[in-house]
């Protein structure tokens, strides 16, 4: 297998790989593999209540927080979320530090007045605003967060706790598509949390959604039921058929992460796979970084060479060596190496080694 450092779809352990090539055609002793299951049947419901059990344990997901297993992605949150949580009220605040954020705000826009508390784009988006300049609307029916543009490789340093700048009623919301489960959070401080399963979970075409009970209940006339929070709350995420075989994989990531000490374990390996590669980059004088040093991600990691006429054959060297999925976003350029929780330090040291080699042969 090579080092994949995609953004995701992204690897996945290959001991949960292996569990689930064991599993395919025969799930202890079911006579069938989870793919061909009823999501009614015993056999599902266990593997997805284990499932739900586990991540709840994983991010000490407190009581009266309700964990939705959904389908549409990441993106089609952008929808449903205005959808379940304006309510009554008619605006909402949307804090802006790269594309996925923007294009959360544009969508949302279709639902209600949204104000921009927020945006660092006079910075390039290099830079998450400090929550003393964020200027919250009067009666915002929520504040919507990126807390990891997955594009431009910037993470919030700070948790968005709203109490500290004296407003923890407005309930905050973050998209945590692409650092879910790779660093200890309070999911207290939050109203909901969500993000597509595809980069530090399992497969695409799942959808977490973390959200506190007290905001079930308030979808407009015209959400779709399948969108509806509190319907799919009610229904246990079995109101449509759910993405039965991605829950499955997701449920063996689960496991796996327990078995790999638990999201603290995960966190201080993460710090430490990314220190790796920002400490190399900041010495080398032939690559560089070019995200606020307090804002850079752990989990995707842009950088560009300093004569970007050597990209084609960077790429196709690192190719050779077995490092896939470097080429920068297209909006971005560059370079991009995703080192997800999957990714084992022994793959980051290989990326180094190979840009040092790459570095020496050129520079
Ligand atoms: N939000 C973030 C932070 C992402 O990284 C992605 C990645 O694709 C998305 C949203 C879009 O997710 P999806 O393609 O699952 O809808």
Redesign the pocket.
């Known amino acids: 297998r090579v080092w994949n450092f995609s ?2 779809p992204a690897a996945l352990p290959e001991e949960v790989l292996r569990q689930a090539a064991e599993e395919m055609l025969d799930w202890h002793g079911a006579g069938m593999g989870v793919m061909e299951m009823s999501h009614r049947g015993k056999e599902f419901v266990a593997i997805a209540e284990a499932a739900e059990a586990d991540l709840r344990e994983l991010l000490a997901v407190p009581a009266n927080y309700r964990i939705l297993f959904m389908q549409g ?4 949150e952008n929808a449903i979320i205005p959808m379940n949580l304006l309510g009554d009220k008619v605006v909402a605040d949307y804090v802006l530090t790269g594309s ?1 954020s923007v294009k959360s705000y544009k969508e949302a826009r279709k639902y209600g007045q949204m104000n921009v508390a927020a945006s660092a784009e006079a910075t390039g988006f290099t830079a998450v605003p400090a929550m003393c300049d964020w200027q919250l609307s009067a009666d915002p029916a929520y504040v919507f967060t ?1 807390t ?3 594009i431009g490789g910037v993470e919030y340093p700070f948790e968005p706790d709203l109490a500290q700048i004296g407003r923890g009623e407005v309930p905050v919301v973050a ?1 945590m ?2 650092h879910i489960l790779s660093r200890v959070i309070d999911v207290s401080k939050y109203g909901l949390i969500f993000g ?1 399963a ?2 530090n979970i399992g497969p ?1 075409g799942l ?1 977490i959604v973390i959200v506190r009970e007290d905001l079930l209940g308030r979808a407009m006339a015209l959400c779709p039921s399948a969108f509806d929070y509190r319907t799919v709350a009610e229904a246990g995420s079995m109101y449509n058929t759910p993405p039965t075989y991605a829950i499955y994989i997701a449920g063996l990531v689960f496991q796996w992460l327990k078995r790999q000490g638990g999201v603290a374990a995960m966190e201080a390996r993460n710090v430490a796979k990314a220190r790796l590669l920002y400490d190399y980059l900041d010495g080398s004088g032939f690559y560089e970084s070019r995200v606020d040093p307090a804002c850079r991600s752990r989990m995707n990691v842009p950088f560009f060479l300093k004569d970007e006429s050597l990209n084609d054959a960077f790429l196709s060297g690192a190719k050779e060596a077995g490092l896939v999925q470097l080429k920068g976003h297209k909006s971005v350029g560059g370079m991009r190496a995703s080192i997800y929780n999957a990714m084992p330090i022994e793959g980051v040291a290989a990326l180094v080694d190979y840009m040092k080699a790459f570095a020496a042969r050129h520079g």
């Open positions: 953004a995701g992605g990441a993106i089609a996925w990126c990891n543009e997955t998209d598509s692409s597509g595809q980069k695409a959808t």
